[in-house]
DNA sequence: TAAACAGATGCAACTTTGTTGCAAAATAAT
DNA sequence: ATTATTTTGCAACAAAGTTGCATCTGTTTA
């Protein structure tokens, strides 16, 4: 784990600070996508919020994590695959909402359809969240 | 203009009311989106902020808009199409965010594709948020 | 390894966004 | 026209996010 968290920051040229090893790790450790108060939250406040904010701007900025609109509009961050690179992401992949435990998390095998625009549109990017009930909450 | 505005106060059994009547007229003379904020410097903050969210929020429940998830997380508003009654919509269409001129649209013709979920997931809505460039700023 | 540099952090102050309770005003019903 | 019901505006507040700056930490180089 440590040592993922160390690969990831120096792949990235970041230097190993505290709140980044902290933060990373709260992501790897978890499947689901995190909110910004989340993350507060599981650090213990023990980092300053402006720092938690910009922590998450670099990571956005770096590609290591991706954001993903929800429709209560929230902001949720989640760890982007390896293939995304500084910049431009490549998060081909669907994202669910479950209405019933509250986690947000990413499909990564579930990619995102072709959609056929009317004439004269260009899509630069696609972005599909998918609301119900997640396979754990469906066992009950 | 101003008979279809009270139309459809008066099908959802809400008062017509200045607030109400100057927001919808801003959805009907517009074709795309609105944000609060929008809303708010288009009636020349005539409407405290309160009613404007309060008025929002009462034709949100009333189906008479309907919120975008964006992906920058602002939050949007448009006009839904008359067949969305009280409680549930049925916005069946996929949305559009021009990156050039910042407008966000209904593409009514274009319908949600089904998405294939994996063992156990359940959905109960999709939303698809398209990004790039529309019709007018592809003709420069 | 210590000094020097660059970058990251914490603090304070502030802006923006959204919420709640309540009294006053506007709308609808009689 | 009067009453009852909603709606509105105000004030105060809470949450979310931003900025500038001094201080501290991590990294680099000698």
């Not at 450790?29 to 922590?55: C, M, N, P, S, W």
């Not at 760890?79 to 209405?99: A, Y």
Request: aromatic share 6%; net charge negative; hydrophobic share 35%.
């Amino acid at each position: 784990m440590q040592e993922a968290v160390q690969d990831i920051l120096k792949k990235n040229q970041l230097s190993i600070t505290g709140s980044r090893v902290k933060i990373l790790e709260l992501f790897l450790e978890q499947q689901g996508a995190l909110a910004h108060g989340d993350i507060e939250r599981r650090t213990g406040e023990k980092f300053d919020r402006v720092t938690v904010y910009r922590t998450l701007q670099v990571f956005l900025n770096k590609g290591i994590i991706h954001s993903i609109p929800t429709s209560d509009n929230s902001v949720l961050y989640a760890l982007c695959k390896d293939d995304c690179g500084e910049g431009h992401h490549h998060d081909n992949h669907v994202h669910f909402v479950c209405d019933t435990c509250g986690t947000t998390m990413c499909l990564d095998d579930v990619t995102v359809p072709a959609i056929r625009l009317p004439k004269g549109f260009k899509f630069s990017e696609i972005q599909v969240v998918v609301n119900g009930r997640c396979k754990d909450c469906n066992q009950d």
